[in-house]
């Protein structure tokens, strides 16, 4: 069969200034996967391994890079104009069932996480009312923040959000004097420490690559590229230039929440059980302000959680309830905010999580093992979704189609997924 006849592509270019007003798509897209998984795993493993596990944060990203960065590319790029979604769907009409059914299910169980995190953070911080009340005041503010143009309002509040979270934990990174050589070995020596309990090596690697690679929640970009109005292959240069950019920030977040666990949490022996554990040890190495700046980033990861999910989440499950019931989309149009339904689905995510938050639930950090674990269930359907995609001749020109690499990174996620998945459900039932 005959290849298409490949296009010339005109990718735009932008001055400095528009390069920086450019930015967005991937801010609000870290920033909503950037939540408690990244916060607890970093410092957990950190705490207990010290710099030995990093290797696995480095993977853990790289994927969740490549694998966002082919779904963009899939979006800007397809020559017959589907989107990400209806790509799946031809795959298998599996696809658009799971990803309605799992996105309802795991935008809830993640801003479970996220709610219970902030009304935490918050009442230790202030010193006052309790988490359930503080997490009620957080849900409602969120209510404020998405009426009306939500995805502006969102960028703007996501930037703000990123310059708090980038200063704190930086800033308490450095302060508690990383070892730069330790950090080197950690990340190319692929060792697996021995673990016990609940913080197992493996547990926690299964719960980095859940956090940071695995979830829904990488397709919150390429929804977050269509409100942004990036739609042909013309966007191609600007999205992955502005997604590399928002990648480095994650790995900057992450490695100094890293660091704070490695060299304040680990030679003081402390275990992270709940996020008072890890502001007791700045507090008492930089006194009452080093708590203050910790739960102020705390704040800050999980509150863009919180309305990242309430309003990409409600459009997932939207997008494929339309690949469903397409007379539904010719009801109510294609923008997923037109259905009726995304306003109770927002509702829903934001809401029915405060059953968590009340006394005697699961804590924050167990919450975020568990929604990280669910995580990794998203993976593999992800990545053979992707792989079988970029490799139909129809979809893609050759010169947008999958590298060798990738198919492997897709392919070895997969693997390690599953596997993971098995071990951590056999230690379950051992």
Known sequence: MNEQKEEKVVFKKLSGKQAIMALGPGIVYVLTAMGAGDLVDSSVAGSHYGYALMWALALAI???????????????????????????????????????????????????TMITGVGTALANMFGVGSPFLWSVIAVVSCLFITRGNVYQKLENVMKVLLAIMTVCFIGLAIASGPDAGAMVKGTIGFSIPEGTGMFGALTLIMSLIGAVAGSLTNFLYPHSMKEKGWTDPSYKKIQRNELLFSTFMLIVLNLSIWVVGAEILRPAGIEVEELSDIAQALSMNFGNIGSVIFYLGVFGTLYSTILGVANGYSSIVIDNIHILKPEREEKYGKKAEDDPLYKYLSLFYLFTPLIWALPGMPDFVVLTLINNIFNTVALPAISVGLVAMSLNKKNLPKQFRNNPLENVVLIGAVCLAIYGAIKIVMGFFA
């Not at 969740?64 to 795959?91: D, H, K, P, S, W």
């Open 62 to 112: 790289l994927v969740r890079f490549l694998v966002v960065n082919i779904m963009a590319r899939f979006e800007l790029c397809n020559t017959r104009r589907i989107t990400l979604f209806q790509g799946y769907a031809e795959v298998t009409k599996f696809f658009p069932i799971f990803f309605a059914a799992f996105g309802i299910f795991l935008g809830h169980t993640t801003n479970a």
